[in-house]
């Protein structure tokens, strides 16, 4: 997880944000346990309670569940529950705005999935 926050919003909405990008692009596996909430909070130093309000968001949606004395682990199906729910806020949410922009700007949709993707990894 990278070591930056926003300060425009809350630093638990904000790894909460960052698991589910890890369990979408398969860094966090169906069954893996997240890393503990102590440890998450001494790498980042931040807060426990933060850590813990994250994953218990988590736990809300039913991404990930509390195994008693073993810790969180992503939930059989949080994958699928996700891209549903990602591709369904992208499509109410962020779509129409893209697409207007494309047609204000007269590209050719064609033309822009010819574009080689950008690594925005780094």
Do not use: C
């Not at 926050?5 to 909460?16: C, F, G, M, T």
């Not at 790498?43 to 195994?67: F, G, H, M």
């Not at 992503?74 to 806020?89: I, P, W």
Request: no cysteine; glycine share 4%.
């Amino acid at each position: 997880m990278p070591e930056r926050w926003n300060d425009n919003e809350p630093i638990y909405r904000q790894l909460r944000a960052r698991v589910v990008a890890m369990i979408l692009d398969g860094r966090l596996a169906e069954e893996e346990s997240l890393p503990s909430v102590r440890q998450v909070a001494a790498d980042y130093q931040i807060n426990p309670l933060t850590v813990s309000k994250a994953y218990q968001s988590l736990v809300d949606e039913a991404l990930v569940e509390k195994r008693r004395g073993l810790g969180m682990f992503v939930r059989h199906g949080a994958r699928d529950q996700l891209l549903a729910s990602e591709r369904d806020h992208f499509i109410r949410e962020e779509w129409p705005a893209i697409r207007a922009r494309i047609e204000r700007m007269d590209l050719d949709p064609a033309d822009l999935l010819a574009q080689p993707a950008k690594d925005n990894s780094s």
